[in-house]
């Protein structure tokens, strides 16, 4: 899901998948960071069950966050960005 605001763009979805916490963090770092950002990994809660990433350009004032948490039924992220 996407929309535009006044001064940029920003959004934010929410997926659930069977891979890892750490595969997931591995996908989003990387493209992050191939994509221009500067990220920031920050292990929350219950080491290996929760992981934030925190991810801005200052070049082109973009900012993404993603939120990792493992449980039983599988890994949930969230994802949410603004660009100006």
Not at 24 to 30: D, G, R, T
Request: with cysteine; glycine share 8%.
């Amino acid at each position: 899901m996407a929309f535009n605001a006044e001064n940029g763009n920003k959004g934010a979805c929410a997926f659930k998948t069977k891979d890892s916490i750490e595969a997931v963090s591995a996908y989003y770092e990387n493209a992050l960071k191939s994509a221009g950002f500067e990220v920031k990994k920050i292990p929350a809660g219950t080491p290996g069950q929760s992981i934030i990433l925190d991810a801005s350009d200052n070049k082109t004032q973009r900012q993404a966050n993603v939120s990792i948490v493992h449980s039983e039924e599988g890994t949930t992220f969230n994802l949410a960005f603004e660009g100006k």
